[in-house]
């Protein structure tokens, strides 16, 4: 019981209920979190940072302390920090695996800064998250767009094809290439054919996979295959979005071990010089739990969403998802007149409510605890009884050109003019309404009439404001 002094009080009775479990069936503590409970126990005067210095619990206090001896240092780590990021390398099977407390952003900037210098070609998906764009911007490069088709059912991207990836390999000599693999509505390209496509020519493949940290646990129950298993070269996770992990907490996987220590010093740039080790402890933790629990908890929740699939199928409710690669925990269910009331009154918050769509996020946590799965299922023939919305087809034109880098963009001076005054002119802001925070437009891109009348549309439906910064 020593172990457990104070966690009732320093920590969810989510992480609580989990963490027990886990020392309850005889397995080892984690040894960040050991640590830091050590720390915690200890009758300390701190005069250091942080301002609380442990003193209020409701703030998980003494649970936030610095780099204090014991707790080794994640820009230099070399003792129990060390040895929980190859933890967590060892159960994913990589090389090597860095901490991030600055979601998986920071990772995905990092990784193109290392792999990529001014006026190297890089790959990128249209619908890339903006952090793609600021780590060009960061590093100078030019981005080759991968032109993806647009499915108008899902109203969304598709991801991209092997044989267009070739085909802009054989025009272009191509540096790196940035993939997302699976995107936020859950679709997933052939990572490991992209992967050999560009292995082939020595181009390094960096993968943003902040929504799959829980791949490696479904091969067996239908979801995606991971970038880690198909061997590509840095792969960024977001382990709070799908794992028991903290908001912010993420990590990056390396495949390649000789591009570790340009990685290592790229983050260092990047990550804050105060990291959380309430974050890092999560991490660990996450890690841990998933290696022990992630199989069995992701069957259980497949059997839990054949239910909702099926149920909503009976009722009409389907919403008829293309014929992809697909992580199934991403549910989604056409908006109805007086949708977001109806859940809301059941205590259901969605994650997204988007036009037509409605996407619901489903996790290990809901196979843990099953009332909120239950909970939507039981309000499905209410949702059906609803009228349905208008659908309004707002199909996006082509790529806007490129004409300089988003780095060259982003460093001239601009002006902020109202979309209609854009049309001509050169784009110096992202553009990347969140959720999902996928780009509209990038820093560099021209902007002809179909462009403008499209923004101008998305400005009608309150996705983006009505001012563009251009220069």
């Given at each position: 019981m020593a172990g457990r002094i104070g966690k009732a009080n320093c920590l969810s009775p989510f992480l609580l209920c989990i963490i027990e479990e886990i020392e309850e069936k005889g397995q080892s503590v984690m040894e960040l979190r050991e640590h830091m409970e050590q720390l915690s126990r200890k009758d300390r005067f701190p005069f250091h940072m942080p301002g609380h210095k442990g003193r209020f619990p409701s703030l998980f206090g003494k649970f936030d302390p610095t780099e204090l001896p014991g707790l080794d240092n994640l820009h230099c780590s070399r003792d129990v920090l060390r040895r929980a990021q190859n933890l967590v390398a060892d159960i994913y099977?990589?090389?090597?695996?860095?901490?991030?407390?600055?979601?998986?952003?920071?990772?995905?900037m990092a990784a193109i800064s290392a792999l990529a210098r001014p006026g190297d070609c890089v790959l990128v998906q249209r619908n890339c998250h903006k952090s793609v764009l600021a780590g060009l911007i960061h590093s100078g490069a030019m981005p080759v767009w991968i032109e993806q088709p647009f499915c108008p059912r899902l109203r969304h991207w598709l991801p991209p094809a092997p044989?267009?990836?070739?085909?802009?390999?054989?025009?272009?000599?191509i540096k790196a290439a940035v993939f997302t693999n699976p995107d936020y509505f859950g679709l997933a390209p052939d990572i490991a054919g992209l992967a050999d496509i560009c292995q082939r020519e020595k181009i390094a493949v960096i993968v943003d996979e902040a929504h799959g940290a829980h791949l490696a646990w479904g091969q067996d129950c239908g979801l995606p295959k991971s970038a880690v298993t198909a061997g590509c070269s840095v792969v960024v996770q977001s382990p709070h979005k799908t794992l028991p992990a903290l908001t912010q907490a993420a990590w990056m996987h390396i495949n390649d071990a000789?591009?570790?220590?340009?990685?290592?010093?790229?983050?260092?740039?990047?990550?804050?010089?105060?990291?959380?080790?309430?974050?890092?402890?999560?991490?660990?933790f996450a890690g841990t739990w998933a290696n022990a629990h992630g199989t069995a908890m992701l069957r259980r929740l497949n059997?839990?969403?054949k239910a909702l699939y099926l149920r909503s199928r009976q009722l009409d409710l389907d919403f008829r998802q293309p014929a992809y690669n697909r992580d199934w925990t991403k549910f989604l269910l056409p908006n109805r007149r007086g949708l977001v009331k109806l859940l809301y009154s059941q205590g259901i918050y969605p994650e997204l409510v988007q036009g037509?769509?409605?996407?619901?996020?489903?996790?290990?946590?809901d196979a843990l605890e099953t009332k909120g799965i239950a909970a939507?299922?039981?309000?499905?023939?209410?949702i059906a009884s609803l009228p349905g919305r208008p659908v309004v087809e707002i199909a996006p034109p082509p790529l806007p050109r490129q004409e300089i880098t988003p780095r060259e963009a982003w460093l001239r001076p601009g002006e902020i003019v109202p979309l209609h005054k854009a049309l001509g002119r050169i784009a110096r802001q992202v553009l990347a309404p969140y959720p999902p925070g996928t780009m509209v437009i990038g820093p560099?891109?021209?902007?002809?009439?179909?462009?403008?009348?499209?923004?101008q549309k998305l400005h009608a439906k309150k996705v983006i404001p009505q001012w563009l910064e251009v220069i």
């Open positions: 099977g990589a090389a090597k695996t860095y901490f991030l407390v600055n979601g998986s952003s920071v990772g995905i044989a267009e990836v070739s085909k802009l390999i054989a025009a272009k000599s000789a591009l570790a220590e340009g990685l290592q010093e790229t983050l260092n740039i990047f990550h804050t010089t105060s990291p959380s080790y309430l974050l890092l402890s999560s991490l660990e059997m839990l969403a037509d769509k409605v996407l619901f996020m489903l996790t290990m946590a939507l299922y039981r309000i499905l023939p209410l560099g891109q021209r902007l002809e009439q179909e462009h403008v009348q499209y923004l």
